[in-house]
C-alpha cells in the first residue's frame, strides 16, 4: 500500500492546516474498502492514532483532538483529508497516514507540523 502525505507546516497557535493523504495506486474500489487513519509521533512519543474513518462511513478522534480535528475522505480522488484548526503547540508531532485494509497496510512518510506560541 502506497501512501503519500502532503500539507504539513509551520503556524503560530490557534492557526489551521490541512493534511492531504493519496493512494495513487489504489483503484476507487480498493480505496472504498480501506480504513484511513492519521497518526502523529512527537519526538520522544509514541506514535498515537488522532483520527479514522472506516470504511463503513465511522469516524473516531482521539479525546485531545475532538472538536479541532476533521477527517474525511474522497473517493474519487482516492485522497483522506485532516482539517486540523485550533492548533496548539502540543499537536507538533509528524503526522502520519495510514491505510488498512483487504490487501494489507502501508504507512505514508510522515509530514511535520510545528506550532509555535
Known amino acids: 500500500v502506497q501512501l503519500q502525505a502532503y500539507g504539513g507546516g509551520s503556524v503560530q497557535t490557534g492557526g489551521s492546516l490541512r493534511l492531504s493523504c493519496a493512494a495513487p495506486?489504489?483503484?476507487?474500489?480498493?480505496?472504498?474498502?480501506?480504513?484511513m487513519g492519521w497518526y502523529r509521533q512527537a519526538p520522544g512519543m509514541q506514535r498515537e492514532l488522532v483520527a479514522m474513518?472506516?470504511?463503513?462511513?465511522?469516524?473516531n478522534y482521539a479525546d485531545s483532538v475532538k472538536g479541532r480535528f476533521t477527517i474525511s475522505r474522497d473517493s474519487s480522488k482516492k485522497r483522506v483529508y485532516l482539517q486540523i484548526n485550533t492548533l496548539q503547540p502540543g499537536d507538533t508531532a509528524v503526522y502520519y497516514c495510514?491505510?488498512?485494509?483487504?490487501?494489507?497496510?502501508?504507512w505514508g512518510q510522515g509530514t511535520q507540523v510545528t506550532v509555535s506560541s
Open positions: 495510514h491505510a488498512d485494509g483487504p490487501y494489507g497496510a502501508g
Open positions: 495506486r489504489m483503484i476507487t474500489s480498493t480505496f472504498n474498502q480501506y480504513n
Open positions: 474513518t472506516n470504511s463503513d462511513g465511522r469516524k
